[in-house]
């Protein structure tokens, strides 16, 4: 590989964590830390063993290792051709805290509930800051078989499950994770607010927790890409992991292809596993999309609020935090949009910093707290993908993608028009009942080949660009023609307040104009380096450094 170095500072969502290996263990290093990346982690940490460097935790899902490195190591190491470097930094998760449970509802999940579909026999696993000491009790409310099957401290490569004891290091002391968990799978129906429906989208499937966020929702990129390689090499060892949530997020400093985060959730779509990212917190300028939702083949959530109206449709639209794409690379995101807005989960104020910080949110029954960003939203979509696995267990990742955006619903206005375009809402608003039944094929990363980006081989750039004279972002169709359509052109207007009605049949409801991939070097525009008027270039060397800041989603207002 060829040599890539950056630094920089990333104010993300939510923290992943590392996985810990006995190799050179001893003394501390004097230095700081670093994600190598070579042919291979053999040959990464040889590489790292070789100059005095004391490697931290292996990372085969990307071909590395991370590493405590001097400055006179690290100096070697970027001598080497081979390799590529990466200062690892912090990263965290996105959330913002009025009691409204309409998201079940509002995506059809208590109707398909009726029809026995609630996501049982479906695996899902959730990279986040854990959940509460002892999963199956009422802290998080997961009734019924053993709904727990592992936990993993990412940070400190720590496991719980059927054949090792339960130790602290798995406890959600921060908060974030614990809502996000209830929000997919919890099963709590005796709570008065939430009138005899459980909490969970899906309150039957079962759950993987990946700890990689500390007690203040902090991690780094080692800890996520550790806390990702411990699933990915794991996905079989527990029934079958069939989808992540992923509700974190930095803003993206490099292309997709070379971030490392980017490339772990690439191996983990590749191997058959739905990744669900949330959009960011980060909105609503334009190309705000998070890593790793900037992604092109996973499902990037935007998340959407009722405004208190849930019955209403006219109230309701897209939360003003939420990010809005093009991606830097030109991919149309979010992929779709999911209730985000000031729902209601689990969390214990007694146990968790987050909930003690914020009692002006705290509902008045159970230990209920009451957040908004797109890690709610992401978590709704992920319950939703298990309840269409439980449907159909055959689905493949772009099969899942397919279905669930063909049969999302756009937010238009009064006035028959979008109230908002492509790169705000996407494909629009999920629909778990239609998702599970629809039939739509073909329509998810059409034109991507995803081996060939993992091998570096080929990367793909998207439809979208922006007018240097106007500012405006457009679509370009199959033959490199703008399409004129209503929603595709977009002027950074902000719709609000003008009525508006979910419209199952709107133009860009198939889902398929922003899956379909162009060759990053086909001649397109955005491959000049021009095109984006964000003050700075990229170029093929410009990496996401591993020291960079990853952490659960930064405090919203509610919305």
Same mark, same amino acid.
């Given at each position: 590989m060829a040599t890539k170095q950056a630094s920089f500072t990333v &104010?993300?969502?939510?923290?992943?964590?590392?996985?810990?290996? &006995?190799?050179?263990?001893?003394?501390?290093?004097?230095? /700081?830390?670093? =994600?190598?990346?070579?042919?291979?982690?053999? !040959? +990464?940490?040889? %590489?790292?063993?070789?100059?005095?460097?004391?490697? #931290?935790?292996?990372?085969?899902?990307?071909?590395?290792?991370?590493? #405590?490195? #001097?400055?006179?190591?690290? %100096?070697?190491?970027? /001598?080497?051709?081979t390799l590529e470097l990466f200062a690892d930094a912090p990263v965290a998760t996105q959330s913002t805290a009025v009691t409204d449970i309409y998201q079940r509802a509002m995506v059809g999940a208590d109707t398909l509930a009726a029809q026995g579909i609630n996501g049982a026999g479906v695996v899902v696993a959730v990279v986040?800051?854990?959940?509460?000491?002892?999963? @199956?009790?009422?802290?998080?409310?997961?009734?019924?078989?053993?709904?727990?099957?592992?936990?993993?401290? %990412?940070?400190? $490569?720590v496991v719980v499950d059927s054949s090792h004891p339960y130790v602290s290091n798995v406890t959600d002391t921060y908060g974030h994770g614990t809502h996000i968990t209830n929000l997919i799978l919890g099963s709590d129906t005796y709570n008065a607010v939430l009138n005899?429906?459980?909490?969970?989208?899906?309150?039957?499937?079962?759950?993987?927790?990946? /700890?990689?966020?500390?007690?203040?929702?902090?991690?780094?990129?080692?800890?996520?890409?550790?806390?990702? @390689?411990?699933?990915?090499?794991?996905?079989?060892?527990?029934?079958?992991?069939?989808?992540?949530?992923? *509700?974190?997020?930095?803003?993206?400093?490099?292309?997709?292809?070379?971030?490392?985060?980017?490339?772990?959730?690439?191996?983990?779509?590749?191997?058959?596993?739905?990744?669900?990212? *949330?959009?960011?917190?980060?909105?609503?300028?334009?190309?705000? =999309?998070?890593?790793?939702?900037?992604?092109?083949?996973?499902?990037?959530?935007?998340?959407?609020?009722? @405004?208190?109206?849930? $019955?209403?449709?006219?109230?309701?639209?897209?939360?003003?935090?939420? !990010?809005?794409?093009p991606t830097k690379e030109g991919f149309i995101k979010p992929d779709v949009v999911a209730p985000g807005g000031h729902l209601a989960s689990k969390m214990y104020p007694a146990l968790q910093s987050l909930a003690a910080a914020h009692p002006e949110f705290q509902t008045d029954t159970h230990d209920m707290l009451v957040m908004s960003g797109t890690s709610q939203a992401a978590a709704v979509t992920t319950g939703v993908v298990a309840l269409m696995l439980q449907a159909n267990p055959s689905l493949t990742p772009d099969q899942v993608k397919c279905r669930l955006t063909a049969s999302a619903t756009s937010l238009v206005g009064s006035n028959g028009k979008a109230?908002?375009?492509?790169?705000?809402?996407?494909?629009?608003?999920? $629909?778990?009942?239609?998702?599970?039944?629809?039939?739509?094929?073909?329509?998810?990363?059409?034109?991507?080949? =995803?081996?060939?980006?993992?091998?570096?081989?080929?990367?793909?750039?998207?439809?979208?660009?922006?007018?240097?004279?106007?500012?405006?972002?457009?679509?370009?169709?199959?033959?490199? /023609?703008?399409?004129? +359509?209503?929603?595709?052109?977009?002027?950074?207007?902000?719709?609000?307040?003008?009525?508006?009605?979910?419209?199952?049949?709107?133009?860009w409801n198939n889902g398929y104009l922003w899956n379909n991939g162009y060759l990053w070097n086909n001649g397109y525009l955005w491959n000049n380096g021009y095109l984006w008027n964000n003050g700075f270039l990229w170029n093929q060397s410009t990496v996401a450094p591993a020291s960079a800041p990853m952490a659960t989603e930064s405090w919203n207002l509610q919305e």
């Amino acid at each position: 590989m060829a040599t890539k170095q950056a630094s920089f500072t990333v &104010a993300a969502l939510l923290a992943l964590g590392t996985t810990l290996i &006995a190799a050179n263990a001893g003394a501390a290093v004097p230095g /700081k830390g670093y =994600i190598v990346e070579s042919h291979g982690t053999v !040959s +990464a940490a040889q %590489a790292v063993r070789r100059v005095g460097g004391r490697i #931290t935790h292996e990372l085969p899902i990307i071909g590395g290792v991370s590493a #405590t490195l #001097t400055p006179a190591q690290a %100096a070697s190491l970027r /001598k080497d051709p081979t390799l590529e470097l990466f200062a690892d930094a912090p990263v965290a998760t996105q959330s913002t805290a009025v009691t409204d449970i309409y998201q079940r509802a509002m995506v059809g999940a208590d109707t398909l509930a009726a029809q026995g579909i609630n996501g049982a026999g479906v695996v899902v696993a959730v990279v986040d800051s854990g959940i509460p000491q002892g999963g @199956n009790t009422t802290h998080l409310d997961l009734s019924g078989t053993p709904r727990v099957l592992a936990e993993y401290d %990412a940070i400190g $490569s720590v496991v719980v499950d059927s054949s090792h004891p339960y130790v602290s290091n798995v406890t959600d002391t921060y908060g974030h994770g614990t809502h996000i968990t209830n929000l997919i799978l919890g099963s709590d129906t005796y709570n008065a607010v939430l009138n005899g429906q459980p909490l969970g989208v899906a309150p039957m499937a079962q759950l993987i927790s990946v /700890k990689a966020f500390d007690g203040n929702g902090q991690g780094s990129y080692a800890n996520v890409i550790n806390g990702l @390689n411990w699933i990915y090499v794991n996905r079989a060892s527990y029934g079958s992991i069939r989808v992540v949530n992923l *509700s974190f997020g930095a803003l993206p400093q490099s292309f997709y292809w070379n971030d490392p985060i980017d490339q772990a959730v690439m191996k983990l779509w590749q191997a058959g596993i739905v990744v669900v990212a *949330s959009a960011g917190n980060f909105g609503p300028s334009p190309q705000t =999309i998070a890593v790793p939702g900037n992604t092109p083949y996973v499902i990037t959530v935007g998340a959407m609020t009722d @405004n208190w109206t849930p $019955s209403n449709a006219s109230g309701h639209g897209i939360a003003s935090f939420s !990010s809005t794409g093009p991606t830097k690379e030109g991919f149309i995101k979010p992929d779709v949009v999911a209730p985000g807005g000031h729902l209601a989960s689990k969390m214990y104020p007694a146990l968790q910093s987050l909930a003690a910080a914020h009692p002006e949110f705290q509902t008045d029954t159970h230990d209920m707290l009451v957040m908004s960003g797109t890690s709610q939203a992401a978590a709704v979509t992920t319950g939703v993908v298990a309840l269409m696995l439980q449907a159909n267990p055959s689905l493949t990742p772009d099969q899942v993608k397919c279905r669930l955006t063909a049969s999302a619903t756009s937010l238009v206005g009064s006035n028959g028009k979008a109230a908002y375009t492509v790169f705000q809402q996407g494909a629009g608003m999920i $629909s778990a009942y239609n998702a599970v039944y629809s039939q739509a094929a073909n329509c998810g990363n059409q034109g991507l080949t =995803i081996a060939l980006d993992i091998a570096g081989t080929k990367h793909y750039g998207g439809p979208a660009h922006q007018d240097p004279k106007t500012g405006n972002y457009f679509v370009l169709d199959s033959t490199g /023609k703008p399409i004129t +359509a209503d929603g595709y052109l977009w002027n950074q207007q902000y719709a609000r307040n003008q009525g508006y009605l979910w419209n199952n049949g709107y133009l860009w409801n198939n889902g398929y104009l922003w899956n379909n991939g162009y060759l990053w070097n086909n001649g397109y525009l955005w491959n000049n380096g021009y095109l984006w008027n964000n003050g700075f270039l990229w170029n093929q060397s410009t990496v996401a450094p591993a020291s960079a800041p990853m952490a659960t989603e930064s405090w919203n207002l509610q919305e």
